[in-house]
């Protein structure tokens, strides 16, 4: 019974996150472009307003420079722009290999989230991957002991240089399994790291 209990809540958190708190719910009867987004056909959710805050891609759609496959999950910004996606399967946007949701459908983990100008703010690794030079963590994740697979986020400033990510080895005097965080570029072009073990 008390894992039961747990389940339903971890599902319950999971599916009260994926829509914002004031958006109600409406089915589409035929796949439709909303606000240039190609909305399948089923569930979508809309704000007040009646401008789609989320909804499920018929087809591949462009999120600024980038790709996002098709039946990927999609949630809007009031703007119209794009907040996070949320993949069917582990894919590869912007050079970057991306946890999707597993055979399970989606996970809370698989996300990209976005800054309002289309840059990518973070994504998971689904596997080790070197980026912009710095070795970062990918890969599985243990629910029970890191329930967010911050193991394996990666997180940009809005320019598109790395802010933080994992180590999966030693590098620039930090350790291996430290979280580097590298502050903005100074004027000089510089940055100096700092590291957590988050």
């Not at 958006?23 to 056909?41: E, M, S, W, Y």
């Not at 018929?58 to 990927?72: K, L, M, N, T, Y």
Request: one cysteine or more.
């Amino acid at each position: 019974m008390k894992y039961a209990s747990l389940l339903f809540c971890l599902l319950f958190v999971t599916a009260a996150h994926g829509f914002a708190p004031n958006a109600l719910r409406n089915r589409i009867a035929h796949d439709t472009v909303i606000q240039g987004h190609p909305c399948a056909k089923g569930e979508a959710w809309f704000y007040p307003d009646g401008s789609l805050n989320q909804c499920t891609l018929a087809r591949p759609a462009e999120v600024g420079d980038i790709r996002i496959p098709s039946r990927s999950l999609i949630e809007l910004w009031p703007d119209g722009s794009a907040e996070y996606v949320t993949f069917r399967h582990s894919t590869v946007i912007d050079g970057y290999h991306v946890r999707g949701g597993g055979r399970f459908g989606f996970a809370r983990g698989a996300t990209a989230t976005f800054y309002r100008n289309g840059n990518l703010r973070s994504i998971y690794l689904i596997a080790n991957q070197a980026i912009q030079g710095v070795p970062c963590r990918g890969g599985s994740w243990n629910t029970f002991t890191d329930p967010t697979g911050g193991g394996t986020l990666v997180e940009f400033y809005e320019d598109g240089k790395l802010a933080s990510c994992k180590l999966t080895r030693d590098y620039s005097g930090f350790r291996s399994g430290e979280r580097l965080v590298l502050p903005r570029l100074n004027t000089a072009g510089e940055f100096a790291g700092s590291a957590s073990s988050r």
